[in-house]
């Protein structure tokens, strides 16, 4: 057993250092040496892609958190309006959804009951289906009109982690694709993202070689009992998956938080001691960074632990910051490929720590073949 999981205690760690070539692998082959995109793969008709005004992207745990992040970057790029809808309420709210929608279905398994009852829903009401599945012949994969299938190897801990990355990944060669067929603005610089892309592999290989740092944070707070993830702009989502990581895995209180959004009712659950970790956009970025650097302050001077994720060379967090855990440099859309990777090493260790099961939490399963 110790061979299948590469020489790592648990499934989940393997995953985790699995992620730099899972990216890479979904990347691989889909584009020429133009720097031009190349997904023949689809086999949906290039009119139906020219012409689709709206993307719902339906999924459930953490690929529909990819999904979030999906609507940042496709809508920047392409201009077409993202909706992002768990997939086990859209089918319920009576969707607006025609021949123009294209709904996105993001799943590991493609076996998510849930998301193949949105799927069907959709194509009933005449909309395109695109799966982003890492499984090759599941349900979802036949179900769809295309399929564009991520590359990161078969997933065995029940917490997802390097199929995130992969669709994340998809989501970008996605919007990049829309982007470049219907020649939008953004279409010069496609080229330059996929450049950009493909560097992320030996960044989050980076993020793995200093895990030690984040492990020996995460089972020195073993003992935690509530922790509170705040992020803004693409941040959001990643805040909201370190909190699905942490509940899954080690049975604590956890909550992600839109960073704006705390004024408006979270900070009341600051008090001393309270855990709190913080994804900072970009100082490239200042809008969106300093009112991230003042959600710090605020839970700071109220007594908050304050855990930070910040990128190399950003000094302006240290001093409200009790850890900073760096990332390297990045385009803004593609921050979450690098700030989840932390919160996922923080999550399996302070698990591991607690002597609980990393790859079988419990009350969980892998996938959810009923709805
Ligand atoms: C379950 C798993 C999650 C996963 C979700 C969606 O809840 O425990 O880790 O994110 O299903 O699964 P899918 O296979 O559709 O991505």
């Keep these: 057993e110790a061979a299948v999981k590469g020489g790592f205690d648990t499934f989940m760690e393997k995953e985790i250092h699995d992620q730099p070539k899972a990216v890479a692998d979904t990347l691989l082959g889909r584009h020429d040496d133009d720097g031009n995109l190349v997904l023949d793969e689809l086999r ?71 998301t193949i009852m949105a799927i069907r829903h959709a194509r009933e009401q005449g909309a395109k289906v695109l799966a982003i599945v890492n499984t090759h012949g599941s349900t979802i994969a036949r179900e769809s009109d295309a399929v564009l299938y991520t590359h990161a190897g078969p997933e065995v801990a029940v917490a997802s982690t390097k199929a995130f990355l992969s669709q994340i990944t998809a989501c970008y060669l996605l919007g990049l694709y829309l982007s470049q067929l219907r020649g939008y603005k953004y279409v010069d610089e496609v080229a330059d993202y996929l450049e950009e892309l493909g560097k992320l592999p030996d960044k ?36 909201l998956e370190g909190a699905l990581k942490l509940k899954e895995l080690a049975y604590i209180h956890a909550e992600g938080f839109a960073a704006g959004e ?49 990128e190399e060379g950003d000094e302006t967090v240290d001093e409200f910051a009790e850890v900073v855990f760096r990332v390297p440099k990045t385009p803004t859309l593609m921050m979450p490929l690098v700030t989840v990777v932390p919160l996922q090493i923080f999550a399996a260790a302070l698990a591991a720590a607690k002597g609980l099961d990393v790859d079988q939490p419990r009350n969980l399963a892998k996938s959810v073949t009923v709805e």
């Design 204 to 239: 989050i290989q980076q993020l793995l070689d200093a895990e030690d740092e984040v492990k020996s944070v995460a089972t020195a707070m073993k003992d935690t009992a509530s922790v509170l993830f705040l992020g803004r702009h693409v941040g959001y989502p990643v805040a």
């Design 262 to 310: 705390l004024k408006h009712g979270p900070i009341a659950l600051i008090e001393p001691g309270q855990a709190v970790f913080v994804i900072v956009p970009t100082p490239r970025r200042p809008m969106l960074h300093n009112k991230v650097v003042s959600n710090i302050q605020e839970v700071r001077a109220r007594g908050a632990r304050t855990l930070v994720i910040a």
């Design 44 to 114: 949906v008709d290039e009119s139906v892609l020219r012409t689709v005004d709206k993307i719902i992207v339906v999924a459930c745990g953490t690929a529909a958190y990819a999904g979030h992040v999906a609507k940042y970057a496709i809508e920047h790029w392409c201009r077409i309006p993202v909706e992002v809808e768990l997939a086990h309420e859209f089918r319920y709210r009576d969707p607006v959804v025609d021949v123009r929608t294209l709904v996105v279905a993001i799943s590991q398994s493609g076996e998510t009951m849930d």
